[in-house]
């Protein structure tokens, strides 16, 4: 239970962490960067929990973020050259280089965000790695019962697992069928229709 609990808050504590250049990216604000690192602590993992589903949806996102992490790099270099006090860069003075202020900042961050929201919501290939993902996620479930709860909830992801597959059935069969298998999605269908067979069976023979 320890080593559990241990996991747990050091789970916090990297999010937390992860945080911190992001921040800057926006802000040197003492005060901003503490409370929002704070809030991190506080509600992150909860908060990634509740949108692990939609995450599937945006199948853009990690291009969007590479971006937004590329542009946070470049901004805290040319912040370190702009007050600049290292005697070997330009004898100890501060570099005249472009320097991002917080509102520009914000501007092209939250314009990257949304550009790739956008992008993912309109695009088929968002709609069916959702789908896939969601199948997976269901089999999984079923597959693996005793880590999602009661026993008693098997059939209910069984049956969402069969309205997953009946969702697939709109895309292109192809493309799915090379999507399942990259993903393991195949794999995990196929053991929970095998795992539910065996215990139909064993209601039958009661």
Do not use: C
């Given at each position: 239970?320890?080593?559990?609990?241990?996991?747990?808050?050091?789970?916090?504590?990297?999010?937390?962490?992860?945080?911190?250049?992001?921040?800057?990216?926006?802000?040197?604000?003492?005060?901003?960067?503490?409370?929002?690192?704070?809030f991190s602590l506080m509600g992150l993992r909860?908060?990634?929990?509740?949108?692990?589903?939609?995450?599937?949806?945006?199948?853009?996102?990690?291009?969007?973020?590479?971006?937004?992490?590329?542009?946070?790099?470049?901004?805290?270099?040319?912040?370190?050259?702009?007050?600049?006090?290292?005697?070997?860069?330009?004898?100890?003075?501060?570099?005249?280089?472009?320097?991002?202020?917080?509102?520009?900042?914000?501007?092209?961050?939250?314009?990257?965000?949304?550009?790739?929201?956008?992008?993912?919501?309109?695009?088929?290939?968002?709609?069916?790695?959702?789908?896939?993902?969601?199948?997976?996620?269901?089999?999984?479930?079923?597959?693996?019962?005793?880590?999602?709860?009661?026993?008693?909830?098997?059939?209910?992801?069984?049956?969402?697992?069969?309205?997953?597959?009946?969702?697939?059935?709109?895309?292109?069969?192809?493309?799915?069928?090379?999507?399942?298998?990259?993903?393991?999605?195949?794999?995990?269908?196929?053991?929970?229709?095998?795992?539910?067979?065996?215990?139909?069976?064993?209601?039958?023979?009661?």
């Amino acid at each position: 239970m320890l080593l559990v609990m241990v996991a747990i808050g050091g789970t916090d504590i990297l999010f937390a962490l992860d945080s911190i250049p992001a921040i800057y990216g926006v802000t040197d604000n003492v005060y901003i960067v503490f409370t929002a690192t704070a809030f991190s602590l506080m509600g992150l993992r909860q908060l990634f929990f509740l949108i692990d589903g939609l995450l599937d949806r945006l199948v853009y996102l990690k291009y969007g973020l590479a971006v937004i992490l590329g542009f946070i790099g470049v901004k805290l270099i040319l912040e370190a050259l702009y007050d600049n006090r290292l005697f070997f860069i330009n004898g100890g003075e501060p570099v005249d280089v472009y320097h991002f202020d917080p509102y520009t900042s914000l501007g092209i961050i939250v314009g990257v965000l949304t550009l790739t929201v956008v992008a993912s919501l309109v695009s088929p290939k968002g709609a069916m790695v959702s789908a896939v993902k969601s199948l997976h996620r269901h089999a999984h479930a079923y597959n693996n019962v005793q880590y999602h709860g009661e026993a008693g909830e098997r059939e209910i992801h069984y049956e969402k697992m069969l309205a997953a597959e009946t969702a697939l059935l709109k895309f292109d069969e192809t493309r799915i069928g090379e999507l399942m298998e990259d993903t393991g999605t195949t794999w995990e269908v196929e053991q929970a229709r095998r795992a539910h067979a065996a215990f139909e069976t064993e209601i039958d023979a009661d």
